[in-house]
């Protein structure tokens, strides 16, 4: 290409968390050399107004990867525009095409950002997963329902796990969870996994992101995950801290679909020469 991978932000409206993770994105984009570009749209913008935006950058070339920050404000239609992101500029994975691919197991399609990170932390460290035992609490469309996938695939470094997704409709959660060589809690409730539900040596991965009152914090809150930490710490093998764990990683898995898509883009445009 010549030129650096391109990642394009677009953030709607002032949500302050979100504004937190684009800096984030943004930050490690630019510590690692990449083209980043953040374009914020007022709270009042119209369907119109961004889908024009996504036109734009699904036709410039310099542009690798195109990012709505979810949430958007209430009374637009979210997946309307992810819709109409390219799927070959969608890092974030959650273009229907994308979800289809992914779950054929086409290892090309980019698979969204957290459960690859999820898993990514997992193979990292050494487990293997295959004929494991792992509970996934939480069906989200962002998180659990994509790393389910993820890790049943055949095959391959973190696939062929036994994987089961508990929700809130879940009767008996500990009875479930304590059956788990690997608990992933992507809730977004503070003390959903506490430590008699989690069976000794067992790797517990926490995705939840909580903010709770804290009076002696600076900003009298604090953010933690859905584990109530200190106590799971002593009876699980492996646990990763909120925040840290599966925030960053997050954050490089999307640079790395980034690179992959600047790849792909290369690779497609030598084709046609
Ligand atoms: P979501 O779509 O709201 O899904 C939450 C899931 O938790 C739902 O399936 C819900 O069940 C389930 N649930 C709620 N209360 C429960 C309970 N008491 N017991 C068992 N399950 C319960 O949320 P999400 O987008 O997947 O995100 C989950 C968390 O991960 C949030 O805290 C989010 O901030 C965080 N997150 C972190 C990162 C990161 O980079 N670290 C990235 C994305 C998200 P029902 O389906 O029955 O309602």
Do not use: W
């Not at 095409?97 to 957290?114: K, L, Q, S, Y």
């Amino acid at each position: 290409l010549g030129r650096p991978p391109g990642l394009s932000v677009i953030l709607v409206g002032d949500d302050p968390a979100s504004a937190v993770y684009v800096r984030n994105k943004q930050r490690t984009a630019e510590r690692i050399g990449m083209r980043s570009e953040l374009l914020r749209l007022p709270a009042d913008s119209t369907m119109g107004d961004i889908a024009l935006e996504i036109d734009r950058l699904n036709a410039d070339d310099n542009v690798d990867g195109i990012l709505l920050q979810l949430p958007i404000p209430d009374g637009l239609e979210q997946q309307v525009l992810v819709e109409r992101i390219s799927p070959t500029k969608d890092v974030d994975g959650f273009h229907p095409i994308n979800i289809g691919r992914a779950m054929a197991g086409e290892e090309d399609a980019f698979v969204p950002c957290t459960p690859r990170a999820v898993q990514r932390i997992l193979t990292d460290y050494g487990y293997e997963l295959r004929g494991k035992h792992v509970v996934i609490v939480g069906r989200g469309f962002v998180v659990g329902k994509p790393l389910a996938m993820l890790l049943l695939r055949k095959g391959g470094a973190g696939g062929d796990a036994t994987v089961t997704v508990a929700h809130s409709r879940s009767g008996d959660l500990a009875a479930i969870t304590r059956t788990a060589d690997v608990i992933v809690a992507a809730v977004g409730r503070a003390n959903t996994i506490t430590a008699d539900m989690v069976k000794p040596g067992a790797a517990v991965i926490d995705v939840g992101i909580v903010r709770v009152p804290d009076a002696n914090a600076p900003k009298g809150s604090r953010l933690v995950g859905d584990v109530d930490y200190d106590a799971v710490a002593e009876v699980a093998g492996a646990i990763t801290p909120v925040p840290g764990g599966v925030g960053p990683m997050t954050v490089a898995m999307l640079m790395q679909n980034t690179v992959t898509s600047a790849r792909q883009r290369i690779a497609s445009l030598s084709t046609m020469r």
